[in-house]
């Protein structure tokens, strides 16, 4: 069974640092693009950060640029995003997933096997 579980999720203060993880079971997602998601309550699911197979191709919402990292460690099986210099905006539900169909990377659609996500909460 193909499973992604996201951690590293937790409360912090503004301007703090928080490091997720995306853990892969089940099969190997080498060679595939993975990203990041998030979403607030009642709001839509939005693109966050997303690293091609090799690691060398990174694709960040404009929101995150020059905060948060995207990186994996493909021996691991694992994607990783460290949040540098939270913002209140930043809190949200932190999802993963794999990049199956389509070519962008900024889709929701274009992504399978999602993650039951983790919560992020950024406190003024």
């Known amino acids: 069974q193909v499973q992604l579980v996201e951690s590293g999720g937790g409360l912090v203060q503004t301007g703090g640092s928080l490091r997720l993880s995306c853990a892969a079971s089940?099969?190997?997602?080498?060679?595939?693009?993975m990203g990041w998601f998030r979403q607030a309550p009642g709001k839509e699911r939005e693109f966050v950060a997303a690293?091609?197979?090799?690691?060398?191709?990174?694709n960040y919402a404009d929101f995150v640029k020059g905060r948060f990292t995207i990186s994996r460690d493909n021996a691991k099986n694992t994607v990783y995003l460290q949040m540098n210099s939270l913002k209140p905006e930043d809190t949200a539900v932190y999802l993963c997933?794999?990049?199956?169909?389509?070519?962008?990377?900024?889709?929701?659609?274009?992504?399978?096997?999602w993650g039951q996500g983790t919560q992020v909460t950024v406190s003024s």
């Open positions: 997933a794999v990049r199956v169909r389509g070519v962008t990377m900024t889709t929701p659609n274009n992504y399978d096997y």
């Open positions: 690293i091609n197979w090799s690691g060398k191709i990174t």
């Open positions: 089940g099969r190997t997602f080498s060679g595939y693009d």
